[in-house]
């Protein structure tokens, strides 16, 4: 089994910039792509941005990119989020996620078999 859990979100004012983190404990050796998925209240909870094992792929959705940067250090088994020029649009709950699938673009739910509880983020105008 795999547990995750969030950290680092917070209130921001539009503009500021804020860095979640994703703490894996458990059997992470089994670990292969990564992600962080969205949902703001009566939404759906959407794609944000995924890594895969190496660091090497990395995907984000259009609407956070040039904005958001995805890593992982996966001696501390933990993978980051990165947001920079924050908009209240952003404001949702943000999960990590795990996925024990060795290749893809992890853009998909599905393909994720371990969730993290979530972090708030606001932003505020």
């Known amino acids: 089994q795999v547990q995750l859990v969030e950290s680092g979100g917070g209130l921001v004012q539009t503009g500021g910039s804020l860095r979640l983190s994703c703490a894996a404990s458990?059997?992470?050796?089994?670990?292969?792509?990564m992600g962080w998925f969205r949902q703001a209240p009566g939404k759906n909870r959407d794609f944000v941005a995924s890594?895969?094992?190496?660091?090497?792929?990395?995907y984000y959705a259009d609407s956070v990119k040039g904005r958001f940067a995805i890593s992982r250090d996966n001696a501390k088994n933990t993978m980051y989020l990165q947001m920079n020029s924050l908009k209240p649009e952003d404001t949702a709950v943000y999960y990590c996620?795990?996925?024990?699938?060795?290749?893809?673009?992890?853009?998909?739910?599905?393909?994720?078999?371990?969730w993290g509880q979530g972090t708030q983020v606001t932003v505020s105008s």
């Open positions: 996620a795990a996925s024990k699938y060795a290749s893809g673009t992890y853009q998909n739910d599905i393909l994720y078999d371990y």
């Open positions: 458990g059997r992470t050796f089994s670990i292969y792509g």
């Open positions: 890594i895969s094992w190496s660091g090497g792929r990395t």
